[in-house]
């Protein structure tokens, strides 16, 4: 009973051994919180006070144990996008903004969902601040940055004034001759300003849910 006893102890002993040399040697990180997002999004423009359904979009956020959180905090970040501008006022009671930030928030339901619509546009070629490329936009939840989701953010109202119209385009066709693959021209998020580009911003243009651009951008 000894003997057996002693043999016991030795084979926890060593169970207890391994198991502290593997975690040592390549550590198991959990995250607190798991994103599901897109991984790009659009800035769009308005019709009469609704904003255009091209742009919505969910934010789902579970907990470790793939729980849906309810009223988490989602972040939409577009610090880094130099060239973007959020509207002050997002038509949209459940959307916080903050232009100092260049943040869009909100909070998600009991099934752990967020939904978006991000009223917007670019400043393309008119200003010197850094210019997005590729997946420049970052949504996460506080205060789990590390943990989020980098979106590359396009927006067919390239001017950020009047709508989406002949400027617009004029402004794309600039940014396919330059050959640089800018986010914000690129809607098939393909990493290039192509003719897929181009219809889907003329299909934009024609249906006219993009009329109006925001009564105040963003500085």
Do not use: K
Not at 128 to 151: E, K, N, T
Request: aromatic residues 6%; hydrophobic residues 45%; contains cysteine.
């Amino acid at each position: 009973m000894q003997r057996t006893r002693h043999l016991l102890i030795a084979a926890v002993v060593l169970f207890a051994a391994g198991s502290s040399a593997a975690s040592s040697s390549a550590p198991i990180i959990v995250p607190p919180v798991r994103v599901e997002a897109p991984d790009r999004v659009a800035l769009v423009g308005s019709l009469a006070g609704v904003p255009a359904s091209l742009g919505r979009f969910q934010v789902t956020v579970r907990d470790i144990a793939n729980n849906p959180l309810n009223n988490a905090t989602v972040v939409v970040d577009l610090s880094r996008c130099g060239d973007l501008r959020l509207c002050a006022d997002p038509l949209d009671p459940t959307i916080v903004v903050d232009c100092a930030a260049r943040t869009a928030v909100s909070h998600t339901n009991a099934l752990g969902i967020a939904t978006f619509t991000l009223l917007g546009g670019s400043l393309g070629y008119s200003t010197a601040a850094p210019s997005s490329r590729g997946a420049m936009g970052r949504i996460f939840v506080p205060p789990y940055p590390d943990y989020g989701v980098d979106v590359a953010v396009n927006a067919c109202d390239l001017d950020g004034f009047q709508g989406v119209g002949a400027h617009d385009f004029s402004l794309w066709l600039t940014d396919f001759g330059s050959g640089v693959p800018w986010a914000r021209s690129d809607y098939d998020c393909s990493g290039e300003v192509g003719a897929n580009d181009l219809a889907l911003w003329l299909e934009v243009f024609g249906e006219g849910s993009m009329s109006n651009s925001c009564a105040s951008l963003c500085p």
